[in-house]
């Protein structure tokens, strides 16, 4: 291990020898009594040295051996230090502008898993994931894209047809793409976020990937979270694949339920508790997949909330795959265009529905007890 001071957290005098690290202040940890020694040898925690190396350097400043190794201890447990070494072994064998472009992500990824190495760890986990973006319009075209940025190892965007011009998005489709296939462009999407180099750009998937580890369901034909992904949730379900609803109803951005098959609330409860509260659901779901006439002409999505939605959506799916149960866990998360407000609402697992009758197996990630 080579430790060093996490560079994600800012470093502030609170007063002449009491130095601050982190500026959240639930998160901030304090270290008293800096003298000029023990302020040298800080900054001696630059990733290059490992342990004795360090403490060897401390004894040159004038600080005894103990005292240096007490005060790396001290660190350690204030969640201060991370592993340079590991941080390094995460981002080798990427080009060098793609190591550039996750050194932001390892950063926060440290912070969020403290411990030494650990931040390194999640992101090796992430390379090796392949998750499926099914539907790329505003909302899945630019989930493809986060998540191939925040350094998922495969992302596939799933979808039939030409880019039109309700699909163009900031974070998705440019408007050059119009009337090209979406499979292309969406490929081509997902390796510019990436970082890919434009070599690597065309070569041939596998022609029988692995099941993927994850499935975002982003139709992108207005019909909303919950209705036009059906078939292909009851797919999911019975191969025990988890996955996750998105898109946007109307005025509603919606991230969940992300389902895990056999452990968690699925898209069917979600439909019986909606025909609880409506006894009518059943007719008008109906008619929203068929697509029949009562079908919206224009379905809504502004893109500021299409592109608020699948931020929220990509951030979810790294959580599941980082080994953490998001809120769309049992339940699901809307942002409204007509206020710019979040609320988390509960989703139980329904009685008549049977989801959780038999345990399936669930992913490698986040699963649940």
């Known amino acids: 291990m080579r430790p060093v001071l996490k560079p994600a957290l800012s470093r502030l005098w609170r007063e002449k020898q009491t130095l601050q690290f982190g500026t959240v202040r639930r998160h901030a940890r304090l270290v008293e009594d800096v003298d000029r020694a023990l302020a040298s040898f800080l900054e001696l925690i630059d990733g290059s040295r490992d342990g004795p190396a360090l403490i060897a350097a401390g004894q040159r400043l004038g600080l005894d051996p103990e005292y240096c190794e007490a005060m790396l201890d001290s660190l350690a ?21 793609r190591r550039e472009m996750l050194v932001p992500d390892l950063a926060s990824l440290s912070l969020v898993h403290p411990a030494p190495g650990e931040a390194a760890a999640v992101l090796q986990g992430r390379a090796r994931a392949r998750v499926e973006v099914r539907g790329a319009g505003r909302v899945g075209a630019a989930v493809g894209a986060v998540l191939a940025a925040g350094g998922i190892g495969d992302v596939a965007l799933v979808d039939r047809g030409r880019v039109a011009a309700r699909d163009v998005s900031p974070a998705g489709f440019p408007p050059t793409e119009i009337g090209r296939l979406r499979a292309t462009s969406g490929r081509e999407v997902v390796h510019r976020a990436a970082g890919t180099a434009a070599g690597e750009r065309y070569r041939r998937s596998p022609a029988s990937p692995p099941p993927p580890a994850l499935v975002v369901l982003a139709p992108r ?21 988890p996955h996750l609803y998105t898109g946007v109803l109307e005025h509603l951005g919606v991230v969940g339920p992300l389902v895990v098959p056999g452990a968690s609330a699925c898209g069917s409860c979600a439909t019986l508790a909606r025909r609880d509260e409506d006894e009518a659901w059943p007719r008008l779901l109906a008619q929203l997949i068929d697509g029949g006439p009562g079908r919206a002409r224009v379905p809504a999505c502004d893109s500021a909330l299409a592109t608020s939605v699948a931020g929220l959506a990509a951030l979810h799916v790294e959580l599941y795959l980082d080994g953490v149960l998001p809120p769309s866990v049992d339940g699901w998360c809307e942002v409204s265009a007509a206020d710019g407000m979040t609320r988390r609402l509960r989703l139980r697992s329904h009685p008549d529905c049977g989801c959780l009758w038999q345990s399936v197996t669930a992913g490698r990630a986040g699963t649940m007890a």
Not at 77 to 97: K, N, T, W, Y
Not at 226 to 240: D, H, K, N, P, S
């Open 221 to 241: 034909d207005g019909t909303g979270a919950f209705t036009g992904a059906a078939v292909e949730a009851q797919e999911l379900m019975r191969a025990g694949i």
């Open 77 to 97: 447990r204030s969640e201060l230090l991370d592993d340079a070494a590991a941080a390094q072994q995460a981002l080798a064998g990427r080009p060098q502008p």
